[in-house]
C-alpha cells in the first residue's frame, strides 16, 4: 500500500499534467505508471526526476536494453520490487529474451554470492585492479 495517494490526471496541476504529457510522449503511451503520479506530490522533484530518468537512460552509449537489464540487477541489489518488476517489463519491451532473462538472474545471483562472500572475507583487492 502507498504511504501517500496516488495523484491522478484530474487531480495534478498544470506544472504536473506537463511532465505526464512528456511521460506518454517519450514513452508512446497514455499511460503514466505509479510511480511518477507518487512523485507528483512533489512537481519539482517529478520533473527533476523525470528529467534526469529521460537522460541517463536515453540513447548513449549503451544499448537501451542493456541499460534496462543494469536497471534490474541494481533494483534487485537493492531490493527493490517496484522497480525490478517496472525495469522487466520494460527490458523485455525491448527485446529481452527468455535466455536472456535467465543469464541476467544467473549473472546477478553470482555477483550477490561473491560479492557476499568476499565482504565477510575482507579480501584485498590486488593491486592489478586498482585504477
Not at 5 to 21: C, N
Not at 58 to 82: F, H, I, Q, R
Request: aromatic letters at 6%; one cysteine or more.
Amino acid at each position: 500500500m502507498a504511504t501517500l495517494p496516488l495523484i491522478s490526471d484530474e487531480e495534478a496541476s498544470a506544472e504536473v499534467l506537463a511532465v505526464f504529457d512528456d511521460i506518454r510522449a517519450v514513452r508512446g503511451t497514455d499511460y503514466v505508471n505509479n510511480f511518477w503520479r507518487a512523485l507528483a506530490h512533489d512537481p519539482a522533484l517529478l520533473a527533476a526526476t523525470w528529467g534526469r530518468l529521460k537522460d541517463v537512460m536515453g540513447p548513449g552509449a549503451l544499448d537501451p536494453l542493456v541499460k534496462e537489464m543494469l536497471y534490474v540487477a541494481v533494483s534487485v541489489a537493492n531490493g527493490c520490487e517496484y522497480c525490478i518488476h517496472s525495469h522487466t517489463a520494460a527490458a523485455r519491451a525491448k527485446g529481452m529474451t527468455q535466455a536472456q532473462y535467465g543469464e541476467l538472474l544467473s549473472v546477478i545471483g553470482m555477483a550477490m554470492q561473491t560479492n557476499g562472500l568476499v565482504t565477510a572475507m575482507q579480501v584485498p583487492v590486488d593491486e592489478v585492479f586498482e585504477v
